[in-house]
């Protein structure tokens, strides 16, 4: 966990592929369900496209912890992860639709 969130956000597509590999390898070892601490840091590590499906896996392992993650709307120019996250807890009945 530490060293994923350490490493920040995910790589984009144009990332080495070991780069990637190594990105996923770290997030595979994160034990589930994760905490709510640990659902926000991980929150922090959306990169700026899917980094070849590894971000939808990044939003399932948050999921896994208590929800909802965010409690408020993103703002316009946030991240499109947080705006997907968003979308998926309001979707859910977490949070109140805006």
Not at 9 to 34: M, S, T, Y
Request: with cysteine; glycine share 8%; hydrophobic share 40%.
């Amino acid at each position: 966990m530490q060293a994923f969130v350490a490493d920040g956000p995910l790589p984009d597509w144009d990332a080495e592929g070991e780069e990637i590999d190594r990105r996923v390898e770290q997030l595979e070892a994160i034990a589930k369900p994760v905490t709510g601490e640990e659902a926000q840091a991980l929150v922090a590590c959306f990169g700026p496209d899917d980094c070849y499906g590894v971000a939808w896996t990044l939003l399932h392992l948050i999921e896994t912890g208590p929800n909802p993650v965010l409690t408020t709307e993103p703002a316009p120019g946030a991240n499109e992860w947080h705006h997907t996250l968003w979308a998926r807890i309001v979707n859910s009945g977490l949070a109140p639709s805006a």
